[in-house]
């Protein structure tokens, strides 16, 4: 009882990607006291009630008896502002881990990570504040990702991987072993990285090269 008091969480994101995290918070023991979202709606089939918009998560949170967030949105950038509004307010970032993901006890995880269904996160790897890492994706031995990156649905790094802070590591792309993907980097979906990636840049194609930079 007094374990669930401690762990009472309240979502920020109210989208699919909401959805997902809410059953890995569950898996980690958390109780969901709701959702809020920036317009105060949320997606169809959401367990939980959306309680207000992210513009006043600090007094939604208080009134629901929340003790921690998750930031749950897709978007590194947003999820690192709306992190930062989190701390602000006073809410520690929770971590939620879904009971079908894979890890080893010696990976090193920040607050407010994600670990999808799926997911692996293989020995010695070190997983910043608020990373994704998202549905079957691989990540394997002595990895190191950054704050607010990304590690999409299906993506694969190799062992002694560096993805940057605020990174995207796109849908089944492939990291191979002691590349460097810089930080706020792009990675296209099905992409093949077989050098370093320059911070900021987008590579696509196998192997992956620079493309001009577009919205994620
Ligand atoms: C690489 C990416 C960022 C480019 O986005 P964009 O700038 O909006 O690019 P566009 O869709 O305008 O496409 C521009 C060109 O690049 C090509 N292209 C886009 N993504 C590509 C990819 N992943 N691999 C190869 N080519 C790609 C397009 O076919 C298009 O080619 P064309 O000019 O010959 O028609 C994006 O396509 C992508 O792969 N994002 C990853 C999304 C993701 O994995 N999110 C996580 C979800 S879990």
Known sequence: MGAELDRRVLVVGAGGHAR??????????????????SDGTGAPGLPCPVLGTDHDL???????????????????????????????????????????????PSVLLGAGVAVLAGAVVNAA????????HNTRCSVDHDCTIGQF??????????????????????IGACVLPSKAVGGGAVVGGGAVVVDDVVAGSTVVGVPARAMARGPR
Request: hydrophobic fraction near 55%; aromatic fraction near 4%; charge should be negative.
């Open 20 to 37: 997902v995290c809410i059953e890995a918070l569950l898996d980690s023991g958390y109780e969901v006291v709701g959702c809020v979202s």
């Open 149 to 170: 990156a990304h590690v999409a649905v299906g993506a694969s790094l190799g062992g002694g991987v560096a993805v940057g802070d605020r990174a995207l590591v796109g």
């Open 58 to 104: 600090g007094e939604v949170a208080a009134s629901a008896g929340a003790t921690h967030a998750f930031v749950a949105i897709g978007d590194n950038a947003v999820r690192e502002a709306l992190s930062a509004r989190c701390a602000a307010a006073g809410l520690p970032l929770a971590t939620a881990v879904s009971r079908f993901a894979m890890m080893s």
């Open 125 to 132: 790897s070190a997983v910043g504040v608020g990373a994704i």
